[in-house]
């Protein structure tokens, strides 16, 4: 590998060309902004494949993504992006801080669904951004948060579509987009830790089953039988 880059709270970051990188999936787990953290054997590998072929699948609706190919199991190339440090948001289905913070009860149905922009910033625990404070910060412009907007709808239409076909329910998707000759390509990963997905009767396959505190073997069953599901 080259030199390393960057490194965050899930992946690793190196230099492979003038324009691409190579992104690590890590075996590491977080949540609470990184206070409660541990480590599942595997769990890189899963999240490497899962985004690997959901990156597949939005490209192939004409939606442009930073995926090349994998190098190896738990290794992604990708398009070296001048990442945004913002979390978009889409929502089907209220759960999550949203029904926390707004009078939304669990379970409300969004359609056309909620968008919403965060900043990175765990110590601010990712504070909701408005369109002038992305302008304020320079993060985005409003031309470019629109841009985001309808590019996050398109995906969520395109992988709820692809994940009720094998049986189960996407609630919302966290994208984070970068930039390359000046136009928006998402970036980053689309995995489980960065959807929330039940079946019909409500069980979770996401993250949440880790933030609820259930044994880490669970998580890694689910994410594994995640995996499974979505692969034909
Ligand atoms: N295509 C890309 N080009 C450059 N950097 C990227 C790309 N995709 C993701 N990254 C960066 O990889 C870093 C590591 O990711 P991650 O571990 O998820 O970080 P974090 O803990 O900040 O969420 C992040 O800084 C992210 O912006
Ligand atoms: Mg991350």
Sequence with gaps: MGEKLGEGKTKEVFYLDE?????????SVTAGDGLKKDEIEGKGVLNAQTSALFFRVLESAGIPTHYVSMKDERTMIAKKLSMIPVEVVARNIATGSIVKRLPIKEGEIFDP????FF???DSRHDPLLNYSHMEYFKLMSRREAEE???MIKRAIKVLSDYINKRGLIL????????RLKGNLVVGDEISLDSMRVRNPKGEIYDKDI???????????SKYSEFLGLMSH
């Design 148 to 150: 985001a907007e309808d």
């Design 113 to 116: 669904p909620i968008v919403e």
């Design 119 to 121: 900043l990175k910033d």
């Design 210 to 220: 880790y933030r609820r505190g259930e044994p880490l073997d669970k998580v890694k």
């Design 171 to 178: 609630y919302d998707l966290k994208l984070e987009f970068g």
């Design 19 to 27: 324009d691409h990188v190579l992104l690590k999936f890590k075996d």
